[in-house]
């Protein structure tokens, strides 16, 4: 055994300040930008947009060509894809396993937690202006194809159709990533979840009249439907069902995910 | 310093780490030996707050883990190199590394100097680097934040020789200006060389531990290993002192001290050729401790 010395000084850390929020977050937006993976989706989301806007410019009916109409499918194009940018952010930390460094470096998981999210919104948020832009490019290209645009744009289009559809799709994001942890699995299932779960539901409805009914209030997809189409203005009942709906598939798994993302063992 | 308070870990009914205490002091090296699965990486990955133990805790500078704020600028960690996102360059992962600690990016240049990484290196991704230079970069993410205490799992992994004498005397400088250092290994003659305090640990288990004198005291089994120009005359005159003598090789072992051999010896006028202690060097105690925890048997009588 070796000779007993006496218990040295502990470590002083009073000198130290934890990792502000604000760095962990930056970090955090930096890891979802530094790899190709991460920077090309990013790439192809806003170009496949620019790609679909210009094909619509083209072809749409001319009466069509507003640019609420143009942020509308831009909206819808990063709908499907935003959610994917962020499950490659949460689920890396597994599949990649540079969780163990991420853990260690804050052991703090919850704030961690936070600081993805916040990173992933304004990842988000970013693509979002982008979009935005890009449909102003579209509706002025509508214009030079003969269509005389409506400029006007309607903040329930802005708020519902384009940034809270957008939003939800970012948490459900998480939730998915959170929950299967791993790179592939995640994006299948959101997948199922977005394309192939509402088919289904269509398929029973038609086939069921009571289930028709039921359908907005355990279905998220069916039930957000109101956001993005009409007037993007739900009704009572319709905010009704998005909340019902939502906690189902958005609150519930978001909490599951969240606490096993806590509790799991990084390897 | 690194406190291992009777830490235990199980896995349904399997314990990865059963009742293990230990203390590694600043200023020292200490290495934690143990085959394969014998519980070394789980007790490295409990200190650090990856794995919640089932019973016990560990404290580094009198602290748990997750109360030291920004941890890594007291406490540098490596416990697998290749645990990093393959499509970031090097130079990337110590960016993101210092950018969490709050540190000058001049910070990451000096740290992929002391661990020869060259700029090029620095700028290709880590699924074409190999596994040495991936240690080289995780020791460099550990050294980063310029912490007090190292915890570093199976780090010599896939250096080549000139780069385990490098991480030798790197370590050992770190240890001499007070850092305490923890290393594990499976290879025992890669942590014999450095460390000043040695952890046996097998089937999650310590067997045994303290430096390499009391490591070696351990085996009480005195004998000695000679060769002289008269062996015959030499095992007689040994006989007669009552000792037990057996031809090994060329020479012969004898049940005493090298002292007591060499006393017999000279009144007997025996030149000696060669003369050594014939106790189980550390490995064999290494192996002997751990015995039943290792995968595979030594064949008896097996040609060499």
Not at chain 2, 278 to 292: C, K, N
Request: aromatic share 6%.
């Amino acid at each position: 055994m070796s000779a007993t010395t006496a218990a040295p000084a502990p470590i002083d850390i009073t000198g130290t300040a934890p990792v502000p929020m604000s760095r962990l977050a930056s970090v955090e937006l930096r890891k979802a930008l530094d790899t190709r993976a991460g920077r090309w989706f990013t790439f192809s989301i806003l170009a496949l947009c620019l790609v679909v806007l210009t094909i619509y410019a083209l072809a749409a009916p001319d009466t069509d060509k507003d640019f609420g109409d143009f942020l509308g499918i831009a909206g819808a194009v990063l709908g499907y894809f935003l959610p994917i940018l962020i499950i490659m952010l949460v689920t890396s930390e597994q599949s990649q396993r540079n969780g163990l460094v991420t853990f260690t470096l804050e052991p703090r998981r919850s704030r961690v937690v936070v600081a993805k999210f916040i990173a992933g919104i304004a990842l988000a948020a970013g693509v979002m202006v982008l979009a935005a832009v890009i449909a102003v490019l579209g509706t002025v290209l509508g214009t030079a194809t003969g269509g005389t645009p409506d400029w006007g744009l309607e903040w329930n289009l802005l708020f519902n159709g384009f940034v809270l559809a957008n939003v939800i799709g970012v948490f459900i994001g998480f939730a998915i990533a959170m929950l299967l942890m791993n790179t592939p699995g995640a994006i299948v299932g959101y997948f199922a979840y977005s394309l192939i779960l509402p088919i289904a539901v269509g398929i029973l409805s038609s086939l069921s009249e009571g289930f028709e009914k039921v359908a907005p209030w355990i279905e998220f997809n069916t039930a957000q439907t109101p956001l993005f189409t009409g007037d993007y203005q739900p009704t009572g009942e319709e905010w009704a069902q998005i909340l019902v709906s939502g906690i189902i598939w958005l609150v519930v798994p978001l909490a599951l995910g969240i606490g096993r993302l806590l509790r799991t063992e990084f390897k | 310093m690194i406190t291992v308070e009777s830490v235990t870990k199980t896995y349904g009914g399997f314990k990865a780490v059963d009742d293990v205490s230990f203390v590694a002091q600043p200023g020292r090296v200490t290495g934690f030996l143990g085959p394969n699965g014998a519980g070394k990486t789980t007790t490295m990955r409990i200190m650090v707050g990856l794995t919640v133990p089932t019973h016990g805790q560990v404290r580094i500078g009198g602290h748990l883990y997750r109360d030291i704020p920004n941890p890594g600028r007291h406490v540098g960690v490596l416990l697998d190199a290749s645990a990093q996102h393959a499509g970031r360059t090097g130079r990337e992962i110590l960016t993101i590394a210092a950018k969490t600690m709050g540190l000058p990016l001049s910070r990451v240049d000096e740290m992929l100097d002391l661990v020869a990484l060259s700029d090029a290196e620095a700028k290709r991704r880590l699924r074409n680097y190999s596994l040495g230079m991936k240690q080289r970069l995780g020791i460099a993410q550990a050294l980063l934040g310029d912490p007090s205490v190292l915890i570093l799992d199976e780090p010599a992994n896939g250096l080549d020789p000139a780069g385990i004498r490098w991480m030798r005397t790197l370590l050992k400088g770190y240890a001499d200006r007070g850092g305490t250092v923890l290393l594990s290994s499976h290879l025992l003659n890669e942590v014999e060389l450095i460390a000043d305090e040695m952890i046996l640990i097998g089937h999650g288990r310590i067997v045994a531990q303290g430096d390499k004198k009391s490591l070696l005291a351990m085996d009480t089994n005195v004998s000695t290993l000679v060769m002289s120009l008269d062996n015959q005359r030499l095992a007689e005159a040994l006989q007669q002192k009552g000792y037990t003598v057996a031809p090994e090789g060329e020479g012969l072992r004898v049940s005493c001290t090298t002292e007591e051999v060499g006393r017999v010896a000279l009144e007997a006028q025996v030149v000696l050729t060669d003369l050594r202690s014939g106790a189980a060097g550390l490995e064999d105690l290494f192996l002997e401790l751990t015995s039943d925890t290792q995968r595979d048997v030594i064949p008896q009588g097996a040609p060499a």
